[in-house]
């Protein structure tokens, strides 16, 4: 498909924003400066409650929120989507490319400070680089899962942030930690259950079966994918007279 | 159902290198209606467009963004259909490498030059050679200077001027422009008007929205008259003028003997209606020209002094009015 790459390319340049590439690093340096002071205090043993508390909780979803939700969400608030729905290029094409940047971006971005938190606090030994690494990978596939939910709830609404922050801080950080059923709704307990599985387990906690966490992420991603290209299909113009 | 109105203007199609053989015309609307909720944007229009420049002339409001919308397969109509070379323009991508649309907001991707965003464009179409395309695309409208400036520092006519390029990267046979010459100066916009001629000339079909009667009777052969989401006239531009000039003027006439002035011009032929309620005096005709010139004819023949002379419903709103209730 000719028009991917074009269309990777302008995602790309409008994600990479000065403003919001800064405030994104400064997001995923916190960890990794959390981890320092920890690594300067004699570092811990196990880095997975750390991982879990302050990467997979905060740093992840906030990222792919912000990612997700511009990706697709920037180019209706300001009219530019039109250039790219009158091209003879089917809408699957252009969810994709766009995903697939709010995805890449948010890999990038995230999986390198899970790497660095997790080596910091807890040092170089097998099991702290396992668990690292397995943090890191699950860290990936929970990032693709939430980039795509937030993409395509942009194309479903124009309060998607505020809707992606919600769920974030008030589903997933309060009712689907207290309430059993509830976790098969949440990307981050499958993220943990992906990362339980690769070795990253956090003591004390019963995580999702990596089967169950696995299903999730596809569904959730494929899920996303369709209802994007649906709402791009049926896109609607505002405005004018 | 009615047949949609086909004027003699969109029945024959030149033929050229840019418009597909094809008996069918390039654009229809077929008893299009548009409504959000309780209120009717659009309201049951038809027409057919062939080559040429047509004007969708009409005040702000009056439904033109979207009509071309519709058009442009970017809002789905509520009723009747829209065809782009006998195919439907809702949810069909395929129609885009037909139509190159210039949209009414001025946004155009801030970090692209405006080289960079007729080559998005280019790239999106699929034409074979996309930088020698943009670059075409973009000395057509004469923003060479400029091109590899971010469009976030251009001006409004700048910007315009990039979009328009973004439209053209791939030669299309339809042309949509919304508001096409907003912000542009007097030299660029004779320019884009000369462009846009020898695009028709050469088979395209070309329809531009606008407010601005001079603009419209300065580029448009034909002309598509909308009113509060009603089609209020289509068809040759000069027939369309003739009526609006022809169509019940009401003048406010103030003079040293408003009764007498009265009594001489109620029986003059081009008068239909003398009203002096409220120590006003106003006079109805349906002869515009005629009546202009038989005013101060007949008012210097009686010996009255003329002190003012004001048409009373001259607006672009009322002649829109008129042309909808006729």
């Known amino acids: ?241 | 159902m009615s047949q949609p109105v086909v004027p003699a203007w969109a029945a024959a199609e030149p033929a050229s290198p840019a418009a597909p053989p094809v008996a069918v015309p390039a654009l229809q609307l077929d008893h299009v209606s548009r409504w959000y909720g309780n209120v009717v944007a659009i309201n049951d229009v038809s027409f057919a467009l062939g080559a040429g420049v047509t004007g969708l002339l009409g005040p702000n409001g009056a439904g033109k963004s979207t009509l071309l919308h519709m058009m442009a397969g970017l809002l789905q109509p509520s009723a009747g259909q829209v065809l782009i070379r006998g195919r439907s323009a809702w949810r069909q991508p395929e129609i885009y490498r037909d139509i190159g649309l210039v949209p009414e907001k001025e946004v155009v991707h801030p970090y692209l030059s405006g080289y960079g965003f007729a080559l998005l464009n280019a790239q999106l179409q699929g034409v074979p050679d996309p930088p020698a395309a943009a670059a075409r695309a973009i000395e057509t409208v004469d923003l060479a200077d400029a091109a590899h400036r971010p469009t976030g520092t251009y001006s409004k006519g700048m910007r315009q001027r990039a979009k328009i390029a973004g439209a053209l990267v791939h030669e299309p046979s339809i042309l949509l422009l919304d508001e096409p010459f907003n912000g542009m100066d007097p030299r660029q916009r004779l320019h884009m008007m000369d462009l846009l001629r020898s695009m028709a000339a050469d088979g395209r079909t070309i329809l531009f929205s606008s407010h601005i009667l001079e603009e419209v009777e300065r580029l448009a052969d034909s002309i598509l008259v909308v009113h509060a989401g009603r089609l209020a006239a289509a068809g040759d531009y000069r027939s369309i003028r003739r009526l609006m000039t022809d169509r019940p003027h009401t003048f406010t006439i103030r003079s040293s003997d408003d009764r007498r002035l009265a009594a001489t011009l109620i029986a003059d032929p081009a008068v239909f209606g003398a009203d002096l309620t409220g120590g006003r005096l106003s006079v109805s005709t349906n002869d515009y020209a005629a009546f202009t010139r038989a005013l101060p004819r007949l008012a210097a023949a009686t010996g009255i002094t003329l002190h003012e002379v004001a048409p009373t419903n001259d607006s672009l709103e009322s002649v829109f009015s008129y042309l909808v209730r006729r």
């Open chain 1, 1 to 241: 498909m000719s028009a991917f790459r074009p269309l990777v390319g302008v995602t790309l340049r409008s994600l990479l924003g000065r403003r919001r590439l800064l405030l994104m690093v400064l997001l995923v340096a916190l960890p990794v400066a959390l981890a320092l002071l920890v690594r300067l205090g004699g570092g811990r043993p196990d880095a997975s409650g750390i991982l879990d508390n302050l990467v997979v909780r905060i740093v992840l979803p906030l990222v792919a929120v912000v990612l997700g939700t511009a990706a697709v969400g920037s180019e209706i608030d300001d009219g530019t989507i039109v250039y790219l729905l009158v091209k003879p290029i089917a809408r699957r094409w252009i969810v994709l490319a766009m995903a697939f940047v709010s995805a890449g971006l948010t890999i990038a971005l995230v999986v390198p400070a899970v790497v660095l938190t997790g080596l910091l606090t807890s040092g170089l030994g097998s099991t702290s680089v396992n668990t690292a690494l397995a943090f890191a990978a699950a860290c990936a596939l929970g990032g693709i899962a939430y980039s795509t939910a937030f993409l395509a709830l942009s194309t479903v609404t124009s309060r998607a942030l505020v809707i992606g922050l919600a769920y974030t801080l008030i589903w997933e950080g309060v009712i689907a930690g207290l309430l059993e059923g509830t976790r098969f709704l949440s990307i981050r307990q499958a993220t943990l259950g992906i990362a339980a599985a690769l070795g990253g387990k956090r003591p004390g906690l019963q995580p999702l079966e990596p089967t169950i966490s696995v299903v999730i992420v596809v569904v959730v991603t494929l899920g996303a994918l369709a209802i994007a290209t649906r709402q791009l299909s049926r896109f609607e113009v505002r405005g004018g007279d």
